[in-house]
């Protein structure tokens, strides 16, 4: 075992958070995992699951644990930068689904708990690590793109595609109240995809609203805690390096479902359709399909034999889940054969955190990134509530320092 290790605490034992637990408890340097939630019954049913003896029944027990060195939180939205800053100012490292939060208070408190702590907090952005991403992030470093002109994202998430089941799980009994939700509180998935690529930030928005008018009722005055009427919203971003975004939140649309990316520079644009995804320039005949570069159907993984000149692949060995662009040399041996959902990206998540944790690194989602995530969201929330008004966006300033980006496997 390494010599430095955390302790660990997974709060929220939800059907999202099974997608994680085990990939925690992998992690060689994960000492240990404690299983925590406010339902007893939930509690116990993943501690049987996943094989977990211990456990606490509220994260203010466990920020009160001297011995827990970090949480990881998988809890309802809008409870995400509350608890996020609880354990900050307990001393603890905070991994936290997202979003970031939901309020522009909210957002300044988790970076204010954030510098003051000097702990580790990451948001469990998964879209950073989508395979179209980490493309355009590459040729956006060799200078392929030029300069960003032009950028688009959206996620696109029908209700009649699971969200209904989503929203009875987090909500129980009054889950009306927060399902109808401004789609603009949850940007992340969007906003991260441009702003990690060209390292840029939202400076103004102006936004439009679909008035929602579904036989289920929850948008509108009255339905929802919100008074939101928007089930679609639709945002004109100005950026930081002159250029200009479109970012698109989706509830309500006759879709399959989506969360992708174009961007379009002075050199060179990716565009990323239903249709499939390319690179273009000025000529046409460089145009290049990247389809099967994005496809994540796994990747084997290849092991050292007892002969060092030899090297076999393991028959049932594989990061499932990845694309051929995602650096599994990085991960841990011990992520072999757990599933890695969203296009590949949680085993980076875990990864990414876990070591920044141990190490005392900045990692990609940091406290600063998620605030530029999550502000612009709000804040377009804000200017469709006044019919499109142009608004300015709080920015809380570029992380400290660069995130430090692993090319090994921890030891």
Not at 276 to 288: C, H, I, S, Y
Request: charged content about 20%.
């Amino acid at each position: 075992m390494p010599a430095v290790t955390i302790r660990l605490g997974i709060v929220g034992c939800g059907s999202f958070a099974g997608n994680f637990i085990p990939l925690f408890k992998a992690h060689p340097l994960v000492q240990a995992v404690v299983l925590c939630d406010v339902d007893d019954g939930k509690l116990a049913a993943a501690a049987q699951k996943y094989e977990i003896a211990e456990t606490s029944p509220s994260l203010d027990r466990l920020c009160a644990d001297a011995t827990i060195d970090a949480v990881a939180l998988f809890t309802q939205n809008w409870l995400h930068a509350p608890q996020a800053v609880t354990a900050l100012r307990a001393g603890k490292h905070v991994y936290s689904a997202v979003p970031t939060g939901i309020t522009q208070q909210e957002v300044e408190n988790l970076v204010a708990a954030t510098q003051a702590s000097g702990r580790v907090y990451m948001l469990g952005e998964t879209s950073y690590y989508y395979p179209a991403v980490l493309y355009c992030r590459q040729r956006f470093r060799a200078g392929d793109f030029g300069r960003a002109v032009y950028g688009e994202a959206e996620y696109i998430h029908d209700f009649d595609h699971g969200l209904y089941d989503v929203m009875k799980w987090r909500g129980g009994d009054r889950w009306r109240e927060t399902a109808g939700g401004p789609p603009m509180h949850y940007p992340t998935h969007s906003t991260s995809q441009i702003l990690s690529v060209t390292g840029a930030h939202m400076t103004h928005v102006s936004c439009q609203g679909f008035v929602d008018d579904h036989e289920d009722g929850l948008f509108g005055v009255g339905a929802n805690r919100w008074d939101n009427p928007f089930s679609n919203q639709t945002a004109l971003f100005r950026m930081s390096d002159g250029s200009s975004c479109r970012i698109s939140e989706m509830r309500r649309l006759g879709h399959p479902g989506a969360v992708r990316m174009s961007l379009f520079g002075t050199q060179g644009c990716f565009e990323q359709e239903d249709a499939g995804a390319r690179w273009l320039t000025r000529d046409r005949r460089e145009t290049e399909s990247i389809d099967e570069q994005l496809v994540c159907a796994g990747v084997p993984v290849v092991l050292l034999s007892d002969d060092p000149m030899r090297v076999v692949t393991a028959d049932d060995g594989t990061h499932k889940g990845m694309s051929i662009l995602h650096p599994i040399q990085r991960l841990p041996r011990e992520f072999t054969n757990i599933p890695s959902g969203h296009a590949g990206s949680h085993q980076f998540l875990v990864d990414d955190f876990v070591r920044a944790a141990v190490n005392g690194d900045l990692p990609p989602n940091n406290a600063w990134d998620a605030a530029r995530y999550a502000l612009p969201g709000i804040i377009a929330h804000e200017s469709s509530q006044r019919g499109g008004e142009l608004l300015e966006i709080l920015d809380l300033g570029a992380p400290p320092c660069a995130p430090v980006e692993y090319s090994e496997p921890p030891t």
